[in-house]
């Protein structure tokens, strides 16, 4: 009987590491997931401000050449 205990104890701790990978999977696919629209965000602000500094250059040089 005492046999029998421990091998439902050793199938208890494999099914709990088996649970236990999945869940390190799914967080590290969350993880991944969010750094990875941060990063399309970043680039994104990257971008606009390229645009913004762009836009602001051809103002200022367009009103010099016009003075």
């Known amino acids: 009987m005492f046999m029998i205990q421990i091998e439902g104890l050793r199938l208890d701790v494999a099914a709990a ?3 236990i990978a999945r869940w ?3 967080q590290l696919s969350e993880v991944r997931q969010e750094l ?3 990063q399309a965000v970043i680039e994104w ?3 606009l401000k390229f645009k913004e500094e762009t836009a602001v250059s051809e103002c200022c040089h367009g009103n010099q ?3």
């Open 45 to 47: 602000e990257n971008k």
């Open 24 to 26: 390190k999977v799914a």
């Open 17 to 19: 590491e088996e649970e």
């Open 65 to 67: 050449r016009r003075s």
């Open 36 to 38: 990875e629209a941060k």
